[in-house]
């Protein structure tokens, strides 16, 4: 119904920036949100930012005046732009979206997950 292709991630010094986009495809006629989430080893998924359908944002503590999440509505896609990374900040990216589909002609809610991106930041 509605699939995410992520682009953006790789290796970066730190101190050195990295700009993530989440392309969502389907026939989407409303989005709630946009989610970034982050996953290291043996740790938990994080929230990493949010931006509403009416354009609100959301930060982690840990990423506030670091990360910038946007939007460009009319191509449903969103992204983060990371800067002044540390190592911490490696992990795997993942966007989520979260809105309403149109299949067979009739409208269906979503949540659709990326594939994931793999964030790298080396000291």
């Known amino acids: 119904q509605v699939t995410l292709m992520e682009s953006g991630g790789g290796l970066v010094q730190s101190g050195g920036s990295l700009r993530l986009s989440c392309a969502a495809s389907?026939?989407?006629?409303?989005?709630?949100?946009m989610d970034w989430y982050r996953q290291a080893p043996g740790k938990q998924r994080e929230l990493v930012a949010t931006?509403?359908?009416?354009?609100?944002?959301n930060y982690a503590d840990s990423v506030k005046g670091r990360f910038t999440i946007s939007r460009e509505n009319a191509k449903n896609t969103f992204f983060l732009q990371m800067n002044s990374l540390n190592p911490s900040d490696t992990a795997i990216y993942l966007c989520n979206v979260r809105g309403t589909v149109v299949v067979d002609e009739r409208a269906h809610d979503f949540n659709s997950w990326g594939q994931g991106t793999q964030v790298t930041v080396s000291s």
């Open positions: 389907g026939r989407i006629i409303r989005i709630y949100a």
């Open positions: 931006i509403t359908g009416g354009g609100s944002t």
